[in-house]
């Protein structure tokens, strides 16, 4: 027999059982496979199962977000800082509704305001992001405080309006949320001019708003953003939603604000607190050319995808 031409490949039955291995392996490492299901861990249990990810998950929102400060030196040598955000094809909003119906949605701890698009005849109301895909439109909610920080700094208000992804069967999740701050030349918000008003009286009332249109981004610039993959805020966590921040805060005036946040005294806790910020656990948003900050960090209850890596190592060198 010529041994030079044997086959090196393991029968098949051992290829099958190294296989299956890998797998068990993987099964035991929470988050192991969370970038590619639909909801993070949540997804190896049955259909339709819902699992509470807010403590245990590890793609987890609201995170903080960096400024892109690039440092160049000019040609004398002396450092200069500039604002250099990656300039990408433009978010397109295609939002057709026309009128918008406003409720009051509360917790033990605070309240948020719900903004449901609403028409006169059948519309849709997309969100396209290049390279990505198109979201419909479910609703937006505004916070006050933002959740988001931005250089650790926390804005007055935050709208975080929730999208459907196309083709997903309603399991992938967009989140386009803006940033809003008080305004150094006093300008106002055109999309709170539309609704500060006409909140709800109280907490079991709702108002419909005619002639709304959604226009949540203000003067945001619409090819500059930030993106991860992240969770739902409230709820039980849900790691199923694309998050698109936009890089530039857009203005409100105080005294718009002030009308927000006067509305919800009619709860004892008003507006619910913003949720703390969430541990990256190896996440990089993505918004710059250049990344100075990345948070090294390993996933709760388990070494996180290294650990899987090497424990496959260590089975397959084994067999």
Known sequence: MDLSRQSLAPPLAVMHWRLDAICFVASLVPGA???????????????GASINMCSEGTMQSPINLDKCVKTIDDADGNAEHWNMPME???LKMNYAANRAELKKVCEDDGCTLHI???????????????????????????RIPSEHTLNGNRYPL?????????????????????????????????????????????????NAVKGFYFSPTGTAG????????????TGDCREDVDWFVMYDPTSITQ????????????HPYGWKPARPLQHLYGRQPEACYHTD????????AAMGVLSLALAISSIVARL
């Open 222 to 233: 619409k090819s500059r953003y930030h993106t991860y993959k992240g969770s739902h805020t």
């Open 116 to 142: 449901e698009p609403k028409s006169d005849v059948a519309v849709t109301n997309v969100l396209s992001v290049p390279g990505i895909g198109s979201y419909m439109l479910d609703h937006c909610v505004v």
């Open 88 to 90: 990408r094809p433009k």
């Open 158 to 206: 935050e709208v975080q309006c929730l999208h459907t992804m196309e083709y997903t069967d309603f399991k992938r999740k967009g989140m386009l949320s803006t940033l809003y701050e008080i305004g150094s030349e006093g300008k106002s918000s055109s999309f709170v001019s539309e609704f500060e008003n006409d909140m709800p009286r109280d907490l079991a009332s709702t």
């Open 255 to 266: 005294g718009q604000l002030d009308k927000l946040k006067n509305n919800m005294t009619d």
């Open 293 to 300: 900050h990345y948070e090294d960090a390993a996933a709760p």
């Open 33 to 47: 496979f969370g970038n590619t299901g639909v909801t993070g861990t949540a997804h190896v249990a049955a259909a």
